[in-house]
Each structure stands twice: as C-alpha cells, then as structure tokens.
C-alpha cells in the first residue's frame, strides 16, 4: 500500500517523531511504500485565499505543495502526527491542511472525491500535548478531521496523548509506544 506521514513538529526527536517512527516500524517491516513528509523544512506557503483554486479544485502555487497534492492524491493511507500547539494542530501542520482547501473546492464546490484504490482510504491521527487538558484533543481532532474528510479519507483512529511535554518523553510512557506499533499494524489490516 502507499502510506504518507506528515510530521507537523519541529523538533527533532522530539515526542510526535518518536511516536511517529513507532506506528511506521510494523508499516516498514511489511514492506509497504512509505513517504514521510517533515513539514518543518518544506517550503511553501499558507494559503493566499486567492480564490485561484475555486474553479478547478487546483491550488495555483506551485511549491512544496504540488509534491504533497499528488502523494495525497495517490495514498491508500494518510497519517497525520502533530503536537498540540494552543489547543490545536501545530502551525505546520495547519499550514499544509489549510492549502488542502484546493480539495475542499474539489469534493464539495466540484461534487468529486478522490477515488479510492483497492485497499479503500484510511487515515491514523497520532496527538502529543504536554498539558493535563482532555479539551485539547478536542479542538485539533476536529480539525484534522476535516483535513481527512476533505481529502476523501472516511475513517481514522485517533492515538493522543497528553501530559508528555520534555523532548522524547513519550519513551517514558507506559503504552504510548506499543500503542502506536499497534496502530500502524491496524492501519493497513
Ligand atoms: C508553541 C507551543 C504551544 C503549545 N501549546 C500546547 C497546548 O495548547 N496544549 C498542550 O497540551 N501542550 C502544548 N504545548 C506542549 C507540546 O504539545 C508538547 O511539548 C509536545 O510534547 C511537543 O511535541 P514534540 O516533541 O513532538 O514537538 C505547546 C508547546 C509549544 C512549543
């Protein structure tokens, strides 16, 4: 299967890598064809609201966001893995969801979605915050659940853990880790 993972941290080695590098071990293991994006270091731009995409459903940029267009286009599963940044997704991450509106315009203004391939479309949220708060995976799943409708992708798990704050404190945790081995064995199942 075609797997993408966006990383929306910017720390590297931090909680939502290491999370991250969990769930793609099993997806590695099996052999599948995996793109990672870190979407700290790619250049593109938020979205203009240029309008430029209306019509067609095609964003007029063209950056990092082409590459990523067309692996979003092509994914049998889409993994999106952010820490909480104010009770949301991080500003990398939203970035890249905000420029999605290209697809929003194309499913809802254009009535097409993005064909599914043979093995459907799934999608795995993985969510790391350092605060106490429940309120917190809330507000960002609500977002990255409109990521992944407007991408066409129907289901997706949702892994979030809270209270994980200092760099690779996620490796403390007492399940957090198997957790995500768990869920990247279940994503393609
Ligand atoms: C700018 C910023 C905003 C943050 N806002 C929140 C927040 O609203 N809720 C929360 O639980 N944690 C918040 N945190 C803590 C991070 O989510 C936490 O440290 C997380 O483990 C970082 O993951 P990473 O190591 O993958 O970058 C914030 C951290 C930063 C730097």
Redesign the pocket.
């Known amino acids: 299967m075609k797997i993408i993972a966006f990383?929306?941290?910017?720390?590297s080695?931090?909680?939502?890598?290491?999370?991250l590098a969990e769930v793609l071990k099993p997806l590695r293991e099996a052999g599948h064809d995996i793109a990672v994006f870190n979407l700290n270091s790619m250049n593109f731009i938020p979205c203009q609201d240029c309008g430029g995409c209306v019509a067609s459903g095609i964003c007029i940029h063209d950056d990092a966001m082409t590459r990523i267009y067309a692996a979003i286009r092509e994914a049998d599963r889409i993994i999106l893995?952010?820490?909480?940044?104010?009770?949301?997704l991080?500003?990398q991450t939203k970035a890249m969801v905000d420029r999605c509106q290209a697809f929003w315009c194309e499913k809802y203004l254009l009535q097409k979605t993005i064909p599914a391939g043979p093995h459907g479309r799934k999608g795995l949220l993985l969510l790391?915050?350092?605060?106490?708060?429940e309120e917190?995976r809330i507000t960002a799943e609500a977002t990255a659940k409109g990521f992944f409708r407007t991408c066409s992708v129907p289901e997706h798990e949702t892994l979030f853990?809270?209270?994980?704050?200092?760099?690779?404190?996620?490796q403390k945790h007492p399940t957090a880790l198997k957790d995500a081995y768990e869920a990247g064995k279940r994503l393609v199942k």
Request: charged residues 20%; glycine residues 16%.
């Open positions: 990383n929306g941290s910017p720390r080695g931090g909680n939502t890598e290491l999370l893995a952010s820490p909480i940044f104010f009770y949301s991080s500003a790391v915050g350092g605060m106490k708060k917190c853990y809270k209270e994980v704050d200092a760099k690779g404190a996620i």
